[in-house]
């Protein structure tokens, strides 16, 4: 493979990192949203709560109770409705993030193979410079100038 391969690879790699990563952030959003639902459910199930027991103290119809009841069934069914989504988003934010990960471990293995290439390929080179280096300097030995600007 080479190097100008591993390059599009690389970019190719780089580019489907970065889209797992918008996804993942899309997710992460998405499970925080839920998340505050929740607690806004859960706080508003609490007051009202706070509420029916006051009335309840203060002298209450049987229909209003029933009313008080029936809300907070429904409140509650919310409740467990938004907990459920919550299981649900984070789950996906999880693959999300599992899904990123890969895709990050795939562009560092060939961001090592395009290093492990490009040190080869130096070494190569260095190998080249210093074989036409000693070639100079054995045709110096063998032939002598005669010219001393040479």
């Known amino acids: 493979m080479t190097r100008h391969s591993l390059r599009t690879l690389i970019e190719l790699a ?15 959003a998405q499970e925080r949203a839920v998340e505050e639902r929740l607690k806004l459910l859960t706080a508003y199930r609490a007051q009202y709560q706070s509420r029916l027991m006051t009335s309840v103290r203060e002298g209450l119809s049987y229909a209003a109770l029933q009313n008080y009841r029936a809300f ?8 467990a409705q938004c907990r459920d989504q919550l299981a649900a988003a984070r789950a996906r934010r999880q693959a999300g993030q599992a899904q990123w990960h ?15 290439a490009r040190r080869v390929e130096q070494a190569k080179n260095a190998r080249a410079e210093q074989r036409q280096l000693d070639e100079r300097a054995a045709r110096a030995l063998i032939f002598p100038s005669t010219d001393p600007t040479e």
């Open 14 to 28: 780089r580019a489907r990192t970065d889209e797992a990563a918008r996804q993942l952030g899309r997710l992460t």
């Open 72 to 79: 907070m069934d429904t409140l509650d069914r919310a409740i």
């Open 102 to 116: 890969d895709k990050r471990r795939e562009l560092k293995s060939f961001e090592t193979l395009d290093e492990r």
